[in-house]
């Protein structure tokens, strides 16, 4: 019996102990644990930008290897040379390699443009993107991510003031970029 109550205390001790130690120790564990907001919102666009710039080169491979398709005698006049088609097609494979592996700690967000911008049509993954100042010869923007994933929001012939990153060049004889929409406020009209 007395054997058995000293096994008991022992138990009652030990459990008394480890209550004790974590109490002490969880408010400074759980301290280094806590993400700030900031940088929470910075990996999450972070994340954002590497994810459209993906699509952006998948997209530049898909539309290039289209060109590669067209038999010769279609070509247009000033067409790009196959060599140099193919030459992008890899340089974009590897660029795609890259973008899938990367650490996002060690990703530099791109260029970010505060600009007044519209489209013409309902908004899709690729549509264009008109700004104020924009020329017959560029830059080009087209949208291949949004904050929140939902293109539908923007509304087409409709201005909104924007925030967008450059994710990545697209592959075209004038500027022309694949970008993310990371903020977009609809113009009061006055």
Not at 37 to 55: G, H, N, Y
Not at 83 to 89: A, C, D, E, T, V
Not at 96 to 120: A, F, H, M, T
């Amino acid at each position: 019996m007395k054997d058995k109550n000293l096994l008991f205390e022992c138990l009652v001790m030990g459990l008394v102990l480890v209550s004790g130690l974590w109490i002490l120790i969880y408010p400074i564990y759980s301290q280094t644990q806590e993400v700030s907001p900031v940088r929470t919102k910075t990996i999450s666009l972070k994340e954002a930008c590497v994810k459209a710039a993906i699509r952006g080169i998948e997209l530049d491979m898909e539309r290039l290897q289209k060109w590669l398709e067209i038999p010769k005698g279609k070509l247009t006049e000033g067409a790009a040379p196959r060599k140099r088609i193919k030459s992008r097609l890899n340089q974009l494979k590897v660029e795609l390699e890259k973008y899938k592996s990367i650490r996002l700690q060690d990703y530099e967000l791109p260029d970010k443009r505060e600009v007044i911008g519209w489209i013409n049509q309902p908004c899709t993954e690729n549509t264009i993107l008109q700004i104020e100042g924009m020329s017959r010869s560029g830059p080009f923007y087209h949208i291949v991510g949004i904050k929140g994933g939902n293109y539908s929001v923007i509304k087409p012939q409709i201005k909104y003031r924007m925030a967008i990153y450059l994710v990545y060049p697209r592959y075209y004889p004038f500027p022309s970029y694949y970008i993310y929409l990371a903020a977009f406020c609809p113009l009061t009209s006055t």
